[in-house]
Every structure is written in C-alpha cells, then in structure tokens.
Nanobody
Framework: QVQLVESGGGLVQPGGSLRLSCEAS????????MTWVRQAPGKGLEWVSE????????YYADSMEGRFTISRDNAKNTLYLQMNSLKPEDTAVYYC?????????WGQGTQVTVSS
C-alpha cells in the first residue's frame, strides 16, 4: 500500500539547519508532484514547498524562499527538504504528501523544533 515515512526532524538552535527525508513506497514515486506541508502548534496547515516529477521545477512559500530547498531522488523514491537559517517560527510538524485521483496521501510527520 501507499506509504510515506518522514524522518530527520529534531531540536535545532536558531540559525541552524536540518534535512528532512520522506521515503515513499507502494506507488510510482517518479510519476507525482510531491509537496511538503507543515503545522505549527495551535495553527492550521501551511503549504511549504512543492516540486515536479523530475525535480526540475520547485515552488516555495514566500517565508521559506531562499532558506529551504526541496529535492528528490527518484531512484531512491525519496523526497528531501533542506532547511537552513531556521527560525523559531519554523517549529512545526512537517509532512510530505501527494495527490492522486483527487485523494491526498500523507506521511505521519516529523517534528522540527527551533529553540535556543
């Protein structure tokens, strides 16, 4: 069955970096656009970034542009999010997701905490 498993979250100081991974299985990963979404404590879902099937086109929310880099390795069925210059307001659970036939598939999320 379809499975998305995020990893790489943790506690980091402001200004630090983390690299999130999302391992996909149960579907043809290279056929789909992939998206990162996050949810901060007590807040709604926030779209973070997306990239196309081949990874050549990337899209970012304004607040992440220049700090976050989305990428994928289709040979490894893995999506990445490199996060630099992290801020306390980046604290959230980060999810990877994709859509097929109007249905959303989500991972379980990985917690990122930015704090000194």
């Amino acid at each position: 069955q379809v499975q998305l498993v995020e990893s790489g979250g943790g506690l980091v100081q402001p200004g630090g970096s983390l690299r999130l991974s999302c391992e996909a299985s149960g579907f043809t990963f290279s056929n789909y656009y992939m998206t990162w979404v996050r949810q901060a404590p007590g807040k709604g879902l926030e779209w973070v970034s997306e990239l196309n099937r081949g990874g050549s086109s990337t899209y970012y929310a304004d607040s992440m542009e220049g700090r976050f880099t989305i990428s994928r390795d289709n040979a490894k069925n893995t999506l990445y999010l490199q996060m630099n210059s992290l801020k306390p307001e980046d604290t959230a659970v980060y999810y990877c997701k994709f859509i097929v036939a109007l249905r959303d598939y989500w991972g379980q999320g990985t917690q990122v905490t930015v704090s000194s």
